[in-house]
Nanobody, 123 residues
Framework: QVELVESGGGMVQAGGSLRLSCVDS????????IGWFRQAVGKEREFVAA????????GYADPVRGRWIISRDDAKTTVYLQMNNLQPEDTAVYYC????????????????WGQGTQVTVSS
């Protein structure tokens, strides 16, 4: 059973950094394409970044490109989202989601979701 668990959220001042992690705690042994999405209060959930199952293809939304980096560990079981130069507009609940092989910008393409982790950036 796939159980995605996000961690690493918290509160930080503008300009600071956080690193989010996403792991399949269900220990399925599957290697997924992982997407990160976020949802701010009163807004729809939006794509942030994603990485393919083999870790060689990544994609970013325009607001975070150049500031954040998505990667996975050598075992490919954990995906990280390094968030640098955080700004108040980055405040949201961040979710990771999994699908087979290739990532997508479309949240409907993902089969499994974590519960989310809160990121709050103060000015």
């Amino acid at each position: 059973q796939v159980e995605l668990v996000e961690s690493g959220g918290g509160m930080v001042q503008a300009g600071g950094s956080l690193r989010l992690s996403c792991v399949d705690s269900g220990r399925t042994g599957r290697i997924w394409a992982i997407g990160w999405f976020r949802q701010a209060v009163g807004k729809e959930r939006e794509f942030v970044a994603a990485i393919g199952a083999f870790g060689d293809v990544t994609g970013y939304a325009d607001p975070v490109r150049g500031r954040w980096i998505i990667s996975r560990d050598d075992a490919k079981t954990t995906v990280y989202l390094q968030m640098n130069n955080l700004q108040p507009e980055d405040t949201a609940v961040y979710y990771c989601a999994a699908r087979n092989t290739y990532y997508s910008h479309n949240e409907d393409a993902y089969d499994y979701w974590g519960q989310g982790t809160q990121v709050t950036v103060s000015s």
